[in-house]
């Protein structure tokens, strides 16, 4: 069993706890995710199955998007609901006010990751040196957000939600953090909502029930995206049989000799029999289309080689 399967993230579950689920109604260890949530998020969380955990970094749609709650006037440790408060504020801020701070908060940014994160400094990860009550020294990422939109905001409450477009490794608590600090009152994430990652949208997944279901009336096939799917931007090249051959073998091939190949970017590469078997990349100057990703596993190889 090969394949993207699209899950909703209940709230309350980390994304390694949703993994752990599925090896339990999978039956199988082979598992990777697109994308950690924190245990507040529900929303799109690709798994990768099988073979296809091998694509987890080299997914070519990194964007993301989230429905954020959020409420001014209050910041706390973990930058979310769930943390210590830290200071309170009695300011009134109007929407008119968040919206021309915007445009300040999109295009290439700089991120501070927050302490309760997965981001590791010294080998160990953030949260758990937060936890232990330490704290360690950080540096600023660079990261894109396409766009921050007010959904709706209640001035009375100062509670509102807000939709982002974004690239990968954007921390929306700490966006929502930053603006809060920017207005000068502070401001934490209440409730997030992950509607999109990588190319999947929220209406693709299924709930851990729905999966557990499809497991015990053995549909589960139906509800599996081929690996090829997270790939369906590249430009596709067809291998011959004896291409193919060289290919699962990791024989470098010529450019001239493929079909397709003009020499730039990258390419998803199917096989003898238009079977998906991972990535290609060009190097002009050589000549040569040298393997990416090979999705081949070792009973393939010995197939391929007459072993």
Do not use: W
């Not at 579950?13 to 689920?21: E, L, N, Q």
Request: charged letters at 25%; hydrophobic letters at 35%; a neutral charge.
């Amino acid at each position: 069993m090969n394949g993207i399967l699209c899950v909703n993230k209940p709230e309350g579950f980390t994304s390694f706890d949703v993994i752990a689920k599925l090896r339990g109604i999978l039956k199988m260890r082979r598992l990777g995710h697109g994308g950690t949530l924190d245990p507040l998020a529900t929303g799109v969380l690709p798994v990768f199955v099988g073979k296809a955990a091998r694509v987890c970094d080299i997914m070519p749609d990194s964007s993301k998007s989230y429905r954020a709650g959020f409420r001014l006037g209050v910041s706390s440790d973990t930058q979310d609901v769930t943390g210590e408060i830290l200071t309170r504020s009695d300011m009134s801020i109007t929407q008119a006010q968040i919206q021309n701070l915007l445009n300040d908060f999109t295009g290439c940014i700089k991120q501070l990751p927050p302490m309760y994160s997965a981001v590791k400094v010294g080998g160990r990860k953030l949260c758990d040196i937060a936890r232990s009550g330490m704290t360690a020294e950080r540096s600023p990422r660079e990261v894109q957000v396409k766009s921050i939109t007010i959904e709706s905001y209640d001035e009375e409450q100062r509670e509102g939600v807000m939709f982002i477009e974004c690239s990968k490794g954007v921390y929306v608590r700490t966006l929502i953090n930053d603006i809060g600090e920017r207005l000068g009152c502070g401001g934490i994430m209440t409730s997030l909502v992950r509607t999109s990652s990588g190319g999947f949208s929220l209406e693709e997944c299924h709930t851990l029930s729905e999966i557990q279901n499809a497991a015990e009336n053995g549909s589960l096939e139906k509800i599996i995206v081929p690996t090829e799917y997270v790939f369906r931007e590249l430009p596709a090249l067809e291998l011959t049989e004896i291409q193919t051959k060289k290919y699962r073998c990791g024989v470098k091939l010529r450019l001239s000799e493929v079909a397709g190949a003009d020499g730039s970017g990258t390419y998803a590469v199917f096989g003898y029999g238009h079977r998906f078997i991972g990535t290609a990349f060009a190097d002009r100057e050589k000549n040569e289309l040298k393997v990416g990703k090979n999705l081949s596993d070792d009973e393939e190889l010995r197939e391929v080689s007459g072993q």
